[in-house]
């Protein structure tokens, strides 16, 4: 273990007899796995800090509105949990998950994205964050390639990196996924002698991009995907959050064999319980319990049995219908604002659902780079670079995700303003220097918002 | 109270700053310190709530932890004057002007201090005068390799090296994201050393230099904030009468800005021994990684006791 030089006096600097020994104040510097060492302080990380004060508008986190909900009735009927289910809900349980609750997960909500699904093809995970984390366990091996969207879910490109999983981002345009480009990859990979493991993508209102995969977008995806035979995560939180109230098919109501289906209730519900779910082939499912167990033994039964009370004894799908309600009226604000203020060369998506935009700014101006001075400014957002894996960083340079799930509206309105001029400024130091395409490194994982980033 | 000698002390950390996240950290670890030592302590942010809660219960000692803007240029300071508490640290006109980079720098150097050669400039001026020409009189002038920093802000936040001419324009369109007046200074190769001041009853106390090797090259935010990203040697690998002259330009520093009860200066020592002045910080870190608690451990004190010696120097003298 590593020893700071802490004993050695004044007389010690020039003992010539020994050469003197640094400190690099982390005795377990040598124990590290080498995944670990992209695991490095952030700048960009440090700059979210600011994201948690009221003076700052915080269009970078994810955080659903969970002030929302019925607290005083959802309080009730979790006191009864523990005063007329204690032994059950405070004892250790199943590791695929409480029977109870995969048979709400089957018999309620499967069937609202067009999945047939039995309790026991469900396996309830920590958050759909944890089924991201045991999929990618079993399935990948150090090398190996997953092919994702890009931008994609960061989340999801955190586990891979975990994992030591080599990311191919494949385009998209206003449907996802492009197949033309999807299909170009799958060749050039197959060329190489390469088979992606899978295909990840979250096809309704995606994470960050905001766009959602049609009906037509879908089959074709599927389609290539079982020709070149690539298995599809398809990872689903926001499906129930549309605004014009349609729930997308999911693409594992047409694909049964080659698909894995991830839900989650963090959007629908509460995010504080970590509460998702896999829904998986017997075999895969096998192999998710068995890995569920090795890392968490089993999921919460409190959690699990809040979560199936909640959709017992509340009226759960009036209460979507209200966060619809809510979010579409946050996303309007911030369209209308974006129309109204942004730059010109500034474009964004159109979401039809769920929590974010993807802003793509004026030719030259690095989102990263920008994010200090949106700060000075009191506004925050996640520069696009984080969506992409390694190498790929690089093309999120001159994009950035803006969230509106969180803020009010007038919240929402007074941060698009404080951007536009934000923007302006930098477009006035482009004007003046050129672009600073070359700057600095493209990046590390952590240049991410923690999850309790407003 | 149990507290040993009844001092209560808030100590103030987070700010609006770009370096809150390390405020935060540095106030955790003074405030975890102090209370080891026997005081009780609360730590506050700097937001609308703190004025009516310093004014309702008044504390002994203010422990100002804020870096960056407000908390190092004395603006906070004076707030707390106006309230009549006590703190630790420079009054805030030293602050202003230690924080300023330039105007320590112009101290520090007709205080016989070697400081680099060095403009500040701000961005309207690359504007009205064309970037191209500007930086072309910094190149012929000053010369590769060029240091580029805001001139106010710490944690090497917006601070970059320039080897080669086509590094200089991203260079300060970073920093100016950072500030609106950055620094270009001549690059000084050598070996980076800070040296923390503390005030003691025995008057101004040079500790130990830490001497900083990143792995890098250059100890940006990544190489201070992750630990086992940076060697430390303390103290530093020099020649004896180096490491005396680093100890007197810290020292120097302290007193030509006027400082009080601590700092920090940051210094490049050449192959010829001589240490120069890069910078001077009023708010020096104390998270985990941060250079004043390794000179505290490399001097053999204890950092709560040294802590607790520094709020006890802030009180008002009684009788």
Aim: aromatic share 6%; hydrophobic share 45%.
């Amino acid at each position: 273990m590593d020893s700071p030089s802490s004993g050695a006096g004044p007389e010690g600097a020039n003992d010539e007899s020994r050469p003197p020994r640094g400190s690099r104040l982390d005795p377990f510097l040598s124990a590290y796995a080498a995944r670990a060492r992209s695991m490095t302080a952030s700048e960009i990380r440090a700059l979210f800090s600011v994201a948690s004060r009221p003076e700052v508008v915080s269009l970078a986190g994810g955080m659903p509105y969970v002030s929302a909900l019925a607290l005083d009735s959802i309080g009730e009927s979790f006191g009864a949990l523990i005063s007329q289910r204690g032994a059950e809900s405070l004892q250790y349980g199943s590791g695929q998950g409480h029977v109870e609750l995969r048979d709400q997960i089957a018999g309620l909500l499967m069937p609202l994205v067009g999945v047939h699904a039995h309790p026991d093809d469900v396996v309830v995970t920590v958050g759909s964050q944890q089924a991201l984390d045991l999929v990618t366990r079993i399935l990948c091996d150090p090398g190996d390639i997953v092919v994702a969207e890009a931008p994609s879910y960061v989340g999801a490109l955190s586990v891979f990196a975990a994992y030591e999983v080599l990311v191919e981002h494949v385009a998209m345009d206003d449907e996802g996924l492009v197949p033309e480009a999807l299909r170009e990859r799958f060749a050039a990979l197959a060329a190489a002698g390469r088979q992606p493991k899978f295909v990840y993508t979250v096809p309704s209102f995606h994470n960050p991009a905001g766009v959602t995969q049609g009906p037509a977008r879908r089959a074709e995806i599927l389609a290539l995907c079982q020709e070149f035979g690539v298995p599809v995560l398809e990872d689903d939180p926001y499906g129930l959050l549309g605004f014009d109230g349609v729930v997308p098919r999911a693409l594992r109501a047409d694909d049964h064999d080659g698909v894995l289906y991830l839900g989650s209730f963090s959007k629908t519900f509460a995010p504080g319980l970590r509460v998702g779910w896999v829904v998986a082939p017997h075999g895969v499912r096998e192999k998710l319990v068995l890995a569920a167990e090795a890392s968490v033994l089993c999921p919460s039964s409190f959690a699990q049995l809040a979560v199936s009370s909640y959709l017992t004894t509340q009226p759960w799908f009036d209460q979507v219908k209200v966060f619809r309600e809510v979010y579409r009226e946050r996303r309007d604000a911030l369209l209308d604002a974006m129309a109204a203020m942004l730059p010109e060369g500034t474009t964004w998506t159109v979401p039809g659902g769920g929590f974010y935009s993807w802003v793509t700014l004026p030719e030259g101006i690095d989102a990263t780079a920008m994010l200090p001075r949106a700060v000075t400014s009191r506004v925050a957002y996640v520069p696009g670079t984080a969506f992409y894996a390694g190498h790929a960083k690089v093309l999120g340079r001159r994009s950035l995700r803006l969230s509106y799930c969180y803020p009010e509206p007038e919240r929402i309105r007074e941060g698009v303003r404080r951007l536009a001029a934000v923007i302006e400024e930098e477009l006035d130091v482009l004007a003046t220097f050129g672009p600073a395409t070359t700057a600095g490194d493209s990046g590390t994982p952590s240049d991410v918002p923690g999850p309790a980033t407003a | 109270m149990s507290t040993v000698g009844g001092e209560r002390v808030v100590v103030l950390a987070g700010g609006l700053s770009h370096e809150r996240d390390v405020s935060v950290r540095s106030g955790r670890r003074v405030a975890e310190a102090l209370r080891d030592a026997g005081v009780d302590v609360t730590v506050l942010d700097v937001d609308g709530a703190l004025l009516p809660l310093l004014a309702a219960d008044p504390p002994s000692v203010v422990v100002p932890l804020l870096h960056g803007a407000s908390g190092e240029d004395g603006a906070l300071r004076d707030v707390l004057g106006l309230l009549g508490l006590p703190y630790v640290g420079s009054r805030p006109a030293a602050c202003r002007v230690a924080f300023d980079k330039p105007a320590a720098s112009t101290v520090a150097g007709a205080a016989g201090l070697a400081t680099p050669l060095s403009v500040a400039l701000p961005q309207t001026t690359f504007r009205e005068l064309g970037a191209g020409a500007v930086m072309t009189a910094l190149l012929d002038t000053l010369g590769l390799p060029l240091m580029v920093k805001p001139a106010r802000g710490g944690s090497s936040l917006g601070a970059a090296v320039v080897r080669t001419a086509a590094e200089l324009p991203p260079a300060m369109v970073n920093c100016f994201s950072y500030g609106d007046t950055a620094v270009v200074e001549r690059f000084v190769v050598g070996t980076e050393v800070a040296v923390s001041i503390v005030d003691t009853d025995g008057g101004l106390m040079a500790l130990p230099g830490v001497e900083i090797v990143p792995d890098g090259g250059f100890y940006d935010y990544s190489a201070r904030y992750t630990a086992g990203a940076t060697e430390f040697f303390s103290p530093a690998r020099l020649p004896a009468d180096a490491i005396v002259a680093c100890a007197e330009a810290a020292l120097t520093a302290h007193r030509a800005l006027g400082l009080a009860h601590l700092s920090r200066t940051d210094l490049i020592v050449d192959a010829d021994g001589r240490p120069w002045f890069l910078e001077v910080n009023v708010a020096p870190g104390m998270t985990e990684t941060s250079l004043f608690p390794q000179s505290v451990a490399a001097a053999g004190l204890d950092f709560g006791t040294v802590w607790r010696a520094l709020v006890q120097r802030a009180m008002p003298a009684t009788g």
